[in-house]
């Protein structure tokens, strides 16, 4: 009997099924063991780089974080924001401020010293802001690995996808959204705020206008290094208590009215996401496990660009 003219009549229907749902077979999936046998070596190895910089730096924590934040918010995690094309994501408006990209380039040099075309630039900025967030006293969690790298940047996605410090939390939310990201992810992603500094130019309108949900005292002080006119690149903490600590009192200064940006505020001012915050403060380990996760989940955002290639240099396609 020919088996294969017997199943016929059985698939030749359930393929043209899937054909009429637009079906596409699911990429391969990442995975925390993905270097093990090709490069056991590499999680120690970027662990290393990144303790070296945010030793010599603190603040870099926070830069590495946003890093791999705002490449994954572009045609999904796949290094395009380390391309130095023209034009490129690092000259967008939107990620004016970004930095970290020479600790990143260190990072996979020391890589590729050991294992040559093995570990991509996106895992290592996916690894980087792991182990950023742990070397400031932050959360730990397992990174899926096995992303390729983009041939391309793509500067007007930089424009219209990245968030921006004036969004109102509507805006959040549907930003947020649109990467498969929930409004939990978004606030407890915004807890990455609790280290790092902000530049006048993203909070000046805020402590100039006189809004009613800024204490007087703060925006007063904060006045002092951001003045109406230039200075734009003029540093604040976002968390001006414990700057330098990955810890929860970027969420008490929300309740006090101290957050440095609108985006931060918005969080907390009788709205939808005011019980987050109130638990997050409440219940510091609730937030740093939905920190890890989202991070996860952020880390997971598809590359949409084609197969992509494993960089030897992360400025520049093979």
């Known amino acids: 009997m020919d088996y294969r003219k ?14 009429s749902l637009n079906y596409t077979p699911c990429k391969a999936q990442l995975s925390t063991t993905f270097y093990d046998d090709t490069c056991p070596n590499a999680l120690s190895t970027i662990s290393t780089s990144i303790n070296s910089a945010v030793s010599s730096e603190s603040r870099m924590a926070a830069s590495l974080i946003r890093l791999h934040f705002h490449d994954c918010f572009v045609q999904g995690c796949d290094a395009s924001i380390l391309l130095d094309d023209t034009p490129s994501e690092k000259t967008a408006g939107r990620n004016a401020g970004v930095r970290g990209y020479n600790v990143i380039d260190d990072a996979k040099a020391a890589v590729e010293s050991i294992c040559p075309g093995v570990v991509s630039c996106a895992d290592i900025l996916a690894v980087a802001a792991r182990d950023a967030s742990v070397a400031v006293g932050g959360p730990s969690w397992s990174v899926r690995l096995g992303r390729r790298d983009s ?9 219209t996808d990245l968030p921006v410090a004036t969004m109102n939390l509507g805006q959040l939310i549907s930003n947020f959204d649109a ?3 929930s409004t939990r992810d ?6 990455a705020h609790t280290i790092g500094q902000a530049r006048c130019a993203t909070f000046r309108a805020r402590i100039y206008n006189n809004d009613s949900n800024i ?10 290094n951001c003045p109406q006119t230039g200075g734009n690149g003029n540093l604040a903490p976002l968390d ?13 200064n929300l309740v006090d009215r101290r957050g440095l940006l609108a985006s931060d505020q918005v969080l907390f001012n009788g ?11 409440d219940n510091p380990a609730t937030f740093e ?7 996860v989940r952020m880390g997971d955002i598809p590359f949409t660009g084609g197969n992509g290639e494993i960089r030897t240099v992360c400025t520049t396609a093979n």
Do not use: H
């Open 6 to 19: 017997s199943i016929a009549p059985i698939l030749i229907p359930i393929l043209a099924l899937l054909l």
């Open 151 to 159: 041939l391309t940047p793509n500067q007007a996605q930089a424009q």
């Open 179 to 181: 990467k498969t990201l």
């Open 186 to 191: 978004m606030v407890a992603l915004s807890g």
């Open 215 to 224: 204490d007087a005292g703060y925006a007063s002080d904060l006045r002092t």
């Open 240 to 252: 001006f208590v414990t700057p330098t600590t990955f810890d929860i009192n970027y969420f008490r």
């Open 271 to 281: 709205d939808s996401t005011d019980s987050i915050v109130q638990e997050y403060i």
């Open 289 to 295: 496990s939905d920190f890890a996760a989202a991070m």
